[in-house]
């Protein structure tokens, strides 16, 4: 896994630290640094969230490595943890126990100021809901991240044009969301996610809000921007829509596995 | 994000909800602009009180003689000794010993009988110095006032109110005549104008029914008696109403060590203003004034809750878009900005629009209910900087509220 640029799409299906995270770790402790292109380094990540006296483990020791340019699909059904996984993943929420490095950086003890930060620098978000705002235009949408790296206005609508005709709506710039289709939205949602030039695109659910026609070109979309030597994170519980990526891994109660695209069953 | 760009942000989310934002800025617009008017009519009807005070003089001292203490201690009765004198009024007229005293006159008087040819009249004659028609706030009509030389001389002379000029002299210019009070001849000098009779003086005799001697001339040739220095009273001229109790304190001073008087309760004088039944109509002007702009203020915290309300409103409607924010890279910092900018926006929006309702009410509502409404520029804007602190104040919950909001939360909320 470590080997960089060797073995990106369909990666070996080794066994990693599902059975057990203590004793099998993937990836190399947080003294230690990994190579410089993983940019998602996670070692023996916990999460348990506290509803009163009861403790629920969402995540029980959750160790993975996802190298620059790989294009990942997590998949699991609800309740396995994927979404915890998938907000730590996106500096959204922070670990309970274990490190998480985000491009070599631990981020695992930021503050909240900090992460936002991380956020915005780092990280591209694309929802299921898509989450655009309905009183700006799609120009204005796409340059919302820009506005809080305090990137100037004029560079910001160069960008954020740019940005949009890079996903096919250099047309639709002055459309409001409400105006556009869904899967039109989407691709809103997706030049929105690439205009800070991000180290990890991270889609949840990306087609879940999709007619098939519209998915498949989001799908295409996220193709692209593999080939383009973009980092992808797609987290589904659709293995149709996972097949598309190029290394599966399975998330179920709480600890992931690697998957072989195969045995794609097998995370059932 | 600069404050420019958050200001942006925060205006455009005022316009997204229109009809919300109108409806609270509603409430922040009619507590506002009640304040102002309130204020304005409190404002409005102390002016007019003020006003009113000016024209009855009532920046007015008259120290009146007191009874004396004997060395036993017995006091006599009121009026009993005649202990002012015309040596206190020219000590009470110096600057440096009262520098709150603008003018003294001091002032002896008597009824007697003018007789002018074939037609008397019996007035109040009164002796004074040229001070006292600045004191009493007078004007002369024809010929001139009494002047220092006339003092000085024992000048026969006499300046006539209006009335008693039209009693003795139905026909002609009085001025130059004669006119013989006790067998004595005086030259008619001058008219004064009419003052018309008023209301809440004490004196219930027409002032316009008076004749003024030189005080010399009454003290010398008409009123006689033994002590020719003393005076009947002085009345003193304040700097203005607001400097009243200065000067009725140097006069105090100044008199008790003039005569000699180490104990103030002992003092052989009195000194009574007509200021004192002018401040209770005041106070209690003032009492309502209070008691209307509370009221106005109550209106003012309910335009508050109201804004902090529909800030909440506004946090749980957008919950959403507070998390897509976060995710997208806000602060906490920046999100409570947002919002804190939202609220202010449309405390400062009701404040200008109350101020300008406001404005135009205290143009058009005294038409109809009779009273004067001064609005002062400072109140103005002290409301609209109340308005938005009001905003700030009300938005600051709210707009905690949202920048504490787990993102993941906010974003997966429904």
């Known amino acids: 896994m470590s080997e960089p640029g060797g073995e990106r799409p369909g990666g070996s299906a080794r066994p990693n630290a599902s059975s057990d995270a203590d004793t099998a770790p993937l990836t190399v402790g947080p003294r230690t640094p990994g190579p410089a292109d993983a940019v998602i380094e996670f070692d023996r990540v916990t999460k348990v969230y506290r509803t009163g006296a009861i403790a629920v483990a969402a995540l029980r020791g959750v160790s993975l490595k996802i190298n620059t340019g790989e294009y990942v699909a997590i998949v699991g059904p609800s309740g396995s943890g994927k979404s915890t996984l998938m907000h730590i993943l996106g500096c959204l929420d922070t670990p309970t126990t274990g490190t998480f490095r985000l491009a070599g950086e631990n981020v695992s003890g930021m503050s909240e100021e900090a992460l936002a930060e991380v956020r915005n620098r780092r990280i591209g978000f694309v929802f299921q809901q898509f989450n655009l705002l309905a009183s700006m235009t799609a120009w204005q949408n796409v340059e919302l991240p820009l506005a809080y790296a305090g990137v100037h206005r004029a560079e910001r609508k160069e960008r954020a044009m740019a940005a949009l005709a890079k996903v096919g709506l250099a047309q639709r710039v002055q459309h409001r969301p409400g105006e556009l289709s869904g899967g039109q939205q989407q691709r809103v949602a997706v030049a929105r996610a690439l205009v800070t030039e991000p180290d990890l695109i991270l889609a949840d659910e990306p087609t879940g809000n999709l007619d098939s026609v519209s998915a498949d070109d989001v799908l295409g979309l996220m193709n692209e921007l593999h080939d383009a030597g973009r980092t992808l994170v797609l987290i589904t519980h659709d293995l149709e829509v996972a097949s598309a990526a190029g290394r599966l891994i399975g998330i179920r109660d709480g600890l992931v596995s690697e998957n072989d695209k195969r045995d794609l069953e097998n995370v059932r | ?414």
Not at chain 2, 49 to 60: C, F, H, P, R, Y
Not at chain 2, 379 to 397: D, E, H, S
């Open chain 2, 1 to 414: 994000m600069s404050w420019l760009e958050t200001f942006r942000t925060g205006l455009n989310g005022v316009r997204t909800h229109r009809l919300r934002s109108a409806l609270t800025v509603l409430g922040i617009l009619i507590g506002i602009a009640a304040v102002i008017l309130t204020v304005g009519l409190g404002e409005g009807a102390q002016a007019q009180v003020s006003s009113e005070i000016t024209a009855l003089g009532s920046n007015l001292l008259t120290i009146t003689p007191g009874s004396t203490t004997s060395a036993a201690g017995i006091r006599g009765g009121f009026g009993t000794s005649s202990t002012l004198t015309t040596y206190d009024a020219t000590a009470l007229a110096s600057k440096t010993v009262a520098p709150d005293i603008k003018a003294v006159a001091p002032i002896t008087d008597s009824s007697e009988t003018l007789t002018a040819g074939t037609s008397n009249w019996t007035t109040s004659v009164v002796g004074s110095t040229p001070s006292w028609i600045t004191v009493r706030g007078e004007t002369v009509a024809q010929g001139r006032f009494l002047d220092e030389q006339d003092i000085t001389d024992h000048e026969p002379v006499v300046v006539l109110g209006s009335v008693t000029a039209s009693e003795l002299f139905t026909r002609g210019d009085p001025v130059g005549q004669t006119v013989d009070v006790d067998g004595l001849p005086l030259t008619v000098v001058g008219v004064l104008n009419s003052v018309g009779s008023s209301t809440s003086s004490s004196t219930t005799s027409d002032p316009d029914d008076t004749a003024i001697v030189p005080l010399t001339t009454a003290a010398q040739e008409i009123f006689g008696g033994t002590s020719r220095n003393s005076v009947s009273s002085i009345i003193v001229q304040g700097r203005s109403s607001a400097d009243l109790t200065a000067a009725y304190q140097e006069a105090d001073q100044e008199l008790l060590a003039l005569h000699g008087i180490t104990t103030a309760s002992d003092a052989d004088f009195t000194i009574t203003s007509e200021a004192s039944v002018v401040s209770t109509a005041t106070s209690v002007d003032r009492t309502l004034t209070i008691l209307l702009g509370g009221v106005a203020g109550i209106s003012l915290l309910v335009g508050g809750i109201g804004v902090m309300n529909i800030m909440l409103v506004s946090v749980t409607e957008r919950i959403r878009e507070i998390g897509l924010r976060k995710a997208l890279g806000a602060t906490p910092r920046l999100i409570r900005r947002q919002f804190l900018v939202e609220a202010s926006v449309l405390g400062l929006t009701g404040g200008a629009l109350g101020a300008g309702l406001g404005i135009i009410c205290a143009v058009f509502l005294p038409g109809v209910i009779g009273d004067p409404i001064a609005i002062s520029g400072w109140a103005v804007a002290l409301a609209i900087v109340v308005a938005m602190a009001i905003g700030v104040v009300f938005g600051v919950y709210p707009a905690s509220r949202a920048a504490n909001l787990a993102p993941i939360d906010a974003l997966r909320s429904e």
